[in-house]
């Protein structure tokens, strides 16, 4: 189950973008847009219909013509967390990669209320499923309790469904993807590539025994995406060739997302809540 008890523990954190953001809501955040706020953003000729309160009259004292200050608006921003629900992610002893994945996202729509920005929420594996966004605590309460009910199931087609997600992105957001993210590099590259020039953290979640594989001798693997059993024998050299391909892969995804500009982090289901968000936001 998806456990919210952390929450209460982000409150020293907030949500940091590098990126100025358009949208038609009146938020906390500086926008790319023109219109009433605190930061000066050009000046215009004055033409009939103006608003005569945006007129700079120190302008004109000093010229003798009219001008109109144009300003910076603060806009709200969309925090988009799209989180994998394939079958891989069902796996973990205590906590699943799929819950970790939805705490964390749990996490980062709980900063974004505390901002009065937006988020939405976003299910993947076959095909997406998308939760529209809103404001207040409830719609996060209700959110929870969809995630703790859906069912982690299917194979990963990452590329065909950020494709499709691409529509829901406008104007610039936060895009925080949750993953094992154990899927060919080449969909992971253009799947990536999909969501555009956003602000864009890819968050990597991995179980401590897939990722340190400490078991030896006759054992037998099953492909949950898949569903193929395999039977094998475990040994000290198979287990460093296994540790050396995931970390060859984990290391491909991390220049992939720096060559395309996009934060990586890797997280374990064992590590607290609170220093993976630590980890994560004070990069940003």
């Known amino acids: 189950m998806i456990d919210t008890s952390f929450l209460d523990q982000l409150k020293r954190f907030s949500l940091i973008i590098r990126k100025r953001v358009t949208s038609n809501y009146k938020g906390a955040r500086r926008s790319i847009g023109q219109g009433r706020g605190l930061q000066i953003k050009d000046y215009k000729d004055y033409v009939a219909g103006d608003d005569i309160?945006?007129?700079?009259?120190?302008?004109?004292?000093?010229?003798?013509?009219?001008?109109?200050?144009?300003?910076?608006?603060?806009?709200?921003?969309t925090v988009?967390?799209?989180?994998?629900?394939?079958?891989?992610?069902?796996?973990?002893?205590?906590?699943?990669?799929?819950?970790?994945?939805?705490?964390l996202g749990t996490g980062f729509a709980y900063l974004a209320l505390r901002e009065n920005d937006k988020f939405e929420f976003t299910t993947f594996s076959n095909d997406i499923d998308t939760i529209r966004p809103r404001r207040g605590m409830s719609q996060l309460a209700s959110i929870v309790d969809k995630l703790n009910h859906l069912d982690v199931k299917g194979f990963s087609k990452f590329e065909e469904s950020m494709q499709k997600y691409r529509k829901h992105l406008h104007g610039r957001c936060l895009v925080v993807v949750l993953s094992d993210f154990l899927f060919n590099l080449d969909e992971l590259r253009e799947g990536l590539m999909r969501l555009g020039k956003h602000e864009i953290k890819v968050v990597q979640v991995l179980d401590r025994e897939e990722k340190e594989l400490n078991m030896y001798g006759d054992v037998k693997l099953f492909d949950s995406e898949s569903n193929v059993m395999l039977r094998t024998f475990i040994s000290r050299r198979l287990r460093q060739k296994y540790l050396q391909k995931l970390n060859d892969h984990s290391s491909q995804l991390h220049d992939i997302c720096v060559k395309q500009g996009i934060g990586f982090y890797q997280v374990t289901t064992d590590d607290k809540i609170f220093d993976s968000f630590f980890n994560v936001l004070k990069h940003a």
């Open 80 to 103: 988009h967390l799209i989180i994998d629900k394939s079958s891989s992610m069902n796996f973990g002893k205590h906590t699943t990669k799929y819950e970790y994945g939805s705490m």
């Open 53 to 77: 309160r945006t007129l700079d009259w120190k302008v004109f004292a000093r010229t003798n013509k009219l001008y109109v200050k144009q300003f910076e608006e603060d806009r709200t921003l």
